[in-house]
């Protein structure tokens, strides 16, 4: 089996794993008498044009930046750094954030020309951690067909940061969670 085929059966797993964690589990973020009726989410087709290997082009000095909640309320989190990939031949810059620079893990919240429609309005996620996204040489795997919907997109009673508007892209990512209709 070829490394492709790999990374795709991965990222299906990944989204059966989710499924059966939605629809089961007692922490579902899915409200417990509409977990009956859910019969999975909904997702892109993986695409391989929406996953990259990239520099990440970390700043001198992270900036502290304030970021609004689906519930109204603030949380801090630092700008970390920048991701460039290239979209249907355009530059596209995403900035990656950390809650804690302590930690390893990068967060890109992001919302694109799908959110509202195809998409959650508030925008959509991709965490990435080092053990699994960063590559041999140094790079990271930037795969937008990651991005999934925050917990707020499934029930109020949760808050979510919502993406910075640095990360409000012009360009539709075809790629990853799409609206859910549990």
Same mark, same amino acid.
């Given at each position: 089996?070829?490394?492709?085929?790999?990374?795709?059966?991965?990222?299906?797993?990944?989204?059966?794993?989710?499924?059966?964690?939605?629809?089961?589990?007692?922490?579902?973020?899915?409200?417990?008498?509409?977990?009956?009726?859910?019969?999975?989410?909904?997702?892109?087709?993986?695409?391989?044009? =929406?996953?990259?290997?990239? *520099? $990440?082009?970390?700043?001198? @000095?992270? #900036?502290? /930046?304030? &970021?609004?909640?689906?519930?109204?309320?603030?949380?801090? =989190?630092?700008?970390?750094? *920048? $991701?460039?990939?290239?979209? @249907?031949? #355009?530059? /596209?810059? &995403?900035?990656?954030?950390?809650?804690?620079?302590?930690?390893?893990?990068?967060?890109?919240? $992001?919302?694109?020309?799908?959110?509202? #429609?195809?998409?959650?309005?508030?925008?959509?996620?991709?965490?990435?951690?080092?053990?699994?996204?960063?590559?041999?040489?140094?790079?990271?795997?930037?795969?937008?067909?990651?991005?999934?919907?925050?917990?707020?997109?499934?029930?109020?009673?949760?808050?979510?940061?919502?993406?910075?508007?640095?990360?409000?892209?012009?360009?539709?990512?075809?790629?990853?969670?799409?609206?859910?209709?549990?």
């Amino acid at each position: 089996m070829d490394r492709a085929q790999d990374w795709i059966d991965d990222i299906e797993a990944q989204r059966r794993q989710k499924d059966r964690y939605f629809g089961e589990d007692p922490r579902s973020p899915i409200p417990e008498d509409e977990r009956a009726a859910f019969d999975g989410l909904n997702y892109y087709p993986v695409d391989p044009d =929406y996953r990259f290997e990239v *520099e $990440f082009d970390a700043y001198d @000095d992270p #900036e502290l /930046v304030v &970021v609004g909640t689906s519930t109204d309320g603030e949380q801090e =989190y630092l700008a970390w750094g *920048e $991701f460039t990939v290239d979209l @249907d031949g #355009e530059p /596209v810059t &995403v900035t990656a954030y950390k809650g804690d620079p302590e930690e390893d893990r990068l967060w890109v919240p $992001f919302r694109d020309a799908t959110s509202g #429609e195809e998409t959650y309005g508030a925008g959509r996620y991709i965490d990435l951690e080092p053990d699994h996204h960063r590559t041999d040489a140094g790079t990271w795997v930037l795969d937008f067909n990651e991005a999934y919907n925050p917990t707020c997109a499934y029930s109020d009673r949760y808050e979510c940061p919502l993406p910075p508007m640095e990360n409000w892209l012009d360009v539709p990512i075809e790629a990853g969670e799409k609206n859910s209709e549990h």
